[in-house]
T-cell receptor, first 115, second 110 residues
Framework: GAVVSQHPSRVICKSGTSVKIECRSL??????MFWYRQFPKKSLMLMAT?????????EQGVEKDKFLINHASLTLSTLTVTSAHPEDSSFYIC???????????FGPGTRLTVT | GQNIDQPTEMTATEGAIVQINCTYQ??????LFWYQQHAGEAPTFLSY??LDGLEEKGRFSSFLSRSKGYSYLLLKELQMKDSASYLC???????????WGAGTKLIIKP
């Protein structure tokens, strides 16, 4: 399967600042990437689907101006949490998929803590 | 609406067998997945079913009945390392998004 990395693995930031999370597909041309968030003991919640070279599709209830997604190449997607607040503290996970492939490959996740 | 149900938590004994059930109601069906997730880590793929029947892969097997909207994950010869959450996910439409269940936390006791 594909190897997906995320950076950083953990980040602590102050309320009001912005944080960028990178998701890289190391050996796989990812035309589609997915961003999830997960609260403790809860399941994955899809935030948005990003397609290389076009705008991301956000799920209902997810603020696109707060969670900026850029998928400028087949190997890199970034999620920027703007003006972070403590309620944005969560585990953010990206996954990649390509065309007819039925499996998603997950990155290791980024633990964001906003103080 | 779309809904996936699985038990919140299950407990089993090392060396035993456990079955984790998943029922779903989705608009369309293009496959059902089981993922394993250890605490603090990302999910890892376990199995995929798109046709009715049983798929066996080592100690893990997954079953699907599309007419019943039902699947189960069967874990045999349980090991302590199998303690994790098991997520059921369905690809419901024409895109590649997955609809996720809340996960079943499996606790293995010696």
């Amino acid at each position: 399967g594909a190897v997906v990395s995320q950076h950083p693995s953990r980040v602590i930031c102050k309320s009001g600042t912005s944080v960028k999370i990178e998701c890289r597909s190391l050996d796989f041309q990812a035309t589609t990437m997915f961003w999830y968030r997960q609260f403790p003991k809860k399941s994955l919640m899809l935030m948005a689907t990003s397609n290389e070279g076009s705008k991301a599709t956000y799920e209902q209830g997810v603020e696109k101006d707060k969670f900026l997604i850029n998928h400028a190449s087949l190997t890199l997607s970034t999620l920027t949490v703007t003006s972070a607040h403590p309620e944005d503290s969560s585990f953010y996970i990206c996954s990649v998929g390509q065309g007819a492939s039925y499996e998603q490959y997950f990155g290791p996740g980024t633990r964001l803590t906003v103080t | 609406g779309q809904n996936i149900d699985q038990p919140t938590e299950m407990t089993a004994t090392e060396g035993a067998i456990v079955q984790i059930n998943c029922t779903y109601q989705t608009s369309g069906f293009n496959g059902l997945f089981w993922y394993q997730q250890h605490a603090g880590e990302a999910p890892t793929f376990l199995s995929y079913n798109v046709l009715d029947g049983l798929e066996e892969k080592g100690r893990f097997s997954s079953f699907l009945s599309r007419s019943k909207g039902y699947s189960y994950l069967l874990l045999k010869e349980l090991q302590m390392k199998d303690s994790a959450s098991y997520l059921c996910a369905v690809r419901g439409g024409s895109n590649y998004q997955l609809i996720w269940g809340a996960g079943t936390k499996l606790i293995i006791k010696p």
